[in-house]
């Protein structure tokens, strides 16, 4: 089966032909393929080299983020570009800018052919109107801006929105991706860094604006964020959000759970990363943990977030076997 359609199928809710798809939909970490490359893993093998290597359907990113190459950097992790209005001003001509789109583009006429053949899947990434502030103002402005400079945030989120809009309609040109993932990153291990109130103020309003536009072209709309997003499930699902990912069990999300009170959430990663350097019966337990969920569609099982280098490469190739064979035990368990 066209690798592709059996992706689109799956989060259709639709039986494949043969199995699940088999992604990792982050790369891995380079200290995991470095341990790797010294375990037998081939030299100086690209992304696309090692998902060939372990026989994995290739998902390629498009980044359609709002800041250029030019953007000055923070100079620390989580540091602040801007402060102010002012500072807003002073930056502005590196953020959504036409090289970004006409980059996004050149991408996709890269991998558009394959596209078409239906051997590639095509993920775009969007900036979110959580991530995109945070990474001018800073983690920690960022948190007060909500309160210290609410109408920057809205006219931040405006003028994302708006680029967001334009990169769907120019990218979609050459190609329709099969994804969307909002960048966002709102919560941590005890749930969501924002309320309610701020979501639906701040976030709400450019969602609801920018979602049709994905929608009309049949793009699944998903938002990544870490952490446990278990309480946010309602408030995306509000703001026109299909669905979510990595889902990462150790910040306490439950995908067994969010399926029960959420039939119809499309969802991706889910599997227990932690459990991944503790052999096969630690590795077998968890896919029977996960086994309802896979058997239920529009669940695109994945590590859920980068493999750690803690995991040898023998133990990886346990995680693949193990993860053919529920791929395909599920659809065979599928019942529509």
Not at 133 to 151: Q, S, V
Not at 294 to 313: A, C, F, N, R, W
Request: hydrophobic share 35%; proline share 6%.
């Amino acid at each position: 089966m066209a690798i592709r359609e059996r992706f689109l199928r799956t989060l259709n809710f639709e039986k494949p032909d043969d199995r699940l798809p088999m992604i990792e939909w982050a790369p891995w970490w380079g200290e995991t393929t470095a341990r790797w490359s010294k375990e037998g893993l081939p030299k100086d093998m690209s992304q696309e080299d090692c998902v060939n290597y372990f026989r994995l359907d290739p998902k390629f990113l498009i980044y359609g983020g709002g800041k250029s190459r030019r953007c000055p950097k923070p100079s620390t992790h989580g540091g602040s570009i801007m402060e102010d209005e002012e500072d807003y001003q002073y930056i502005r001509e590196f953020l959504f800018t036409d090289d970004i789109i006409e980059n996004a583009k050149k991408r996709a006429m890269e991998l558009k052919e394959r596209h078409d053949d239906g051997k590639i899947i095509i993920r775009l990434w969007l900036d979110g109107f959580f991530w995109f502030p945070r990474t001018l103002f800073g983690i920690e402005n960022h948190l007060y801006a909500f309160y210290d400079y609410p109408e920057l945030m809205h006219k931040i989120n405006e003028e994302l929105s708006d680029f967001n809009i334009r990169m769907i309609e120019e990218l979609s040109e050459i190609l329709v991706p099969d994804m969307v993932g909002f960048a966002e990153d709102m919560s941590y291990n005890h749930g969501p860094m924002l309320s309610y109130d701020l979501f639906k103020e701040f976030l709400v309003p450019y969602y609801q604006k920018v979602n049709p536009y994905i929608k009309e072209r049949g793009i699944k709309i998903f938002v990544d964020s870490d952490g446990d997003v278990t309480n946010m499930i309602p408030w995306l699902l509000e703001a026109g959000i299909e669905g979510v990912f990595p889902l990462e069990k150790q910040a306490g999300v439950d995908i067994v759970k969010l399926r029960e009170d959420y039939p119809t959430l499309l969802m991706m990663g889910g599997y227990d990363k932690m459990v991944m350097s503790k052999g096969r019966e630690a590795m077998e337990r968890e896919f029977e943990r996960l086994f309802p969920v896979m058997k239920s569609g529009g669940y695109i099982p994945s590590v859920d977030h980068q493999t750690p280098p803690e995991v040898s490469l023998d133990n990886y190739r346990i995680y693949l076997e193990l993860f053919n064979k529920y791929t395909h035990m599920a659809v065979e368990h599928m019942t529509y």
